[in-house]
């Protein structure tokens, strides 16, 4: 099989490996690392409500592997009443100095408690205390009332471990949908793309037109 400088299979279709698709994200991750100037890792992800409307904002990606892509929120924040609504979400992340970016959706899921304790203890001192400050999403009529509480609150944790809040975790979204896309001359794009029928099934690797 021939492998063009992106890493992209030069001809893609039929059943691909169960971790292909999470090995070629790590690859361009790392080289996005390298080349980014502000935040290889952020990505943009859309939820739904009920009220059907999708909604869509930055996060940061945390952790990958073979069950999905991590983020973490506090649950009464917009994308976490969304999710309480419909546990499925998309996502995308870009990088313009690799002219690159991957998309994927699937279903969401919570991570453990004990994956959310380890990242948020992993967390300067300072965004712990504003975990607990911010009622994320809500309405604020002055800064003067977020600055207070959070003087509260590290009043509050003074000389002791800042705990996680139980309203603080960590969602998984499992990709059932995983599309690599690279810049070509004359707009004639290479999309390799990643589909399968639940998290838990086959990968089928496909490509399609620009």
Avoid: C
């Amino acid at each position: 099989m021939s492998i063009p400088r992106d890493g992209l299979p030069e001809h893609a279709a039929g059943t691909a490996d169960e971790d292909a698709p999470f090995t070629l994200f790590g690859q361009w991750l790392a080289e996005a690392s390298a080349s980014e100037l502000n935040d290889p890792n952020a990505m943009a992800i859309a939820t739904t409500g009920a009220d059907g409307l999708p909604d869509v904002r930055m996060v940061l990606l945390k952790h990958h592997d073979s069950r999905g892509f991590v983020f973490f929120t506090n649950t009464a924040s917009a994308k976490g009443r969304e999710l309480a609504e419909n546990m499925q979400a998309s996502g995308v992340l870009h990088w313009k100095s690799l002219r690159r970016q991957v998309r994927f959706r699937g279903p969401a899921e919570f991570v453990t408690p004990d994956e959310s304790d380890a990242y948020f203890a992993s967390r300067a001192r300072d965004s712990r205390i504003g975990a607990w400050a911010s009622r994320q999403s809500g309405p604020l009529a002055a800064r003067k009332l977020l600055e207070d509480a959070v003087a509260a609150q590290a009043k509050r944790f003074e000389g002791r471990e800042v705990p996680r809040p139980e309203h603080w975790t960590g969602y998984r979204v499992r990709p059932v949908y995983l599309e690599f896309w690279s810049d070509r001359p004359f707009r004639l794009h290479d999309r390799v793309v990643f589909t399968r029928m639940s998290p838990q099934g086959p990968w089928e690797q496909g490509r399609l037109y620009p």
